[in-house]
């Protein structure tokens, strides 16, 4: 099956190891007064040029919002897709589900998918103001991209009355262009999440973890899509992190590790003297990325066992390093694999050959990363998806 490579754009230039600690611009459209893309433009025309397939708009309670950054991504690019994070209880389904069918018309057709995170983070559901339970949550979500499918299939208006929403009449004129729908993206590590994205997703999403916890965890999951009479892609989030020779590699590894940990104490010895402005916000202000350790206010059961496997050693199989995943508590994306482009391409075609048919990579240095990796590392991997095949 051909290999989806994904990115990741964001409003700024801004990371683990760059961009502001606490104060500055939020979106970056253009840069002062000089008429040139601003840093959403330019990164989002260098995954497009770079040959990824889409980019991940993200999602969080104090960021910009997701869906008129993914327009703007749209109009600024040719044939990049983009994969919007949608968090379910905000939006009525009915109406996230002409949302993306509009945007997918509008930017040259077909080019919107949706990923539907839950949340395991309480502090950040609630300053939206949803104050349901983990597991009513996912059950939540599961009603939603029921309602959201139906919504793109039904030929006549149709009534609903579920655990969460109610209809009369419901229906939408506007239909997602392909015949098959909008592709609907899906993560969670928990029992109620399994259940959920078995009956309802297109692509269970994983963060980065060994290759055993992976195989461990997809078994688990097709057992219970076999129960719902279904087939599902599954998808991986990596950090890579490249180098001419594997020492000038993992060298660069330890100066990120280094660099992040500086940040972190910086932001908070920064938010120390401002404790009133960031209450409540388990890290800076701006979200770029965790300070925080602590998982006892968590119900991210996929964070937790990132932490706890970042916190019994820093490398798994040959070269997936969790030393960034151990710093920052696990909080996002934060698993690399380090090594020489042919060395990163092939620890990723090992997630192919599982059945991991979706990459979402994302650098720690963001735009200049994505220019590299669309130069050196998707050709590779491309390449070697496509000799699998041929040999299966």
Known sequence: MPVEIIGMVGTRD????KGPLVDGPVVDWMDGLVIEPGYLEAIARAHDEGGFDRVLVGYGAVAPESWAVANAV????????????????????????RMAATLDHLTGGGRVAIHFITGGDEADQRREGDFVPHDTRYRRTGEEMAIVRRIWSEDAPFDFEGEFFRYESAF?????????????YFAGASVPAIDVGAAQA????????SRTAVAGRMETIELAAKKAGRTLRYSISLRPIIGDTEIEAWEKAEWIAEKTAERIALAKERMAGHADSYKGLGGERNATF???????GTTSVGRKRLIEMSANQDVYDERLWMKVANLTGAAGNSTALVGTPEQVAEAMLRYYDLGIT??????FDPLTDAIDFGQRLLPLIREGALKRDASA
Do not use: C, N
């Open 290 to 296: 965790s300070v925080d350790r602590d998982t006892s």
């Open 202 to 209: 297109d692509v269970y999403a994983f963060w980065g973890e």
């Open 358 to 363: 979706t990459l979402l990579l994302k650098g």
């Open 74 to 97: 749209l109009h600024h690019t040719k044939r990049l897709k983009v994969m919007v994070a949608h968090r379910p209880g905000f939006t009525q389904p009915v109406v996230l589900a």
């Open 172 to 184: 939408s004129s506007v239909k997602p262009v392909s015949p098959g729908g909008i592709p609907l």
């Open 14 to 17: 801004a990371s683990e190891i």
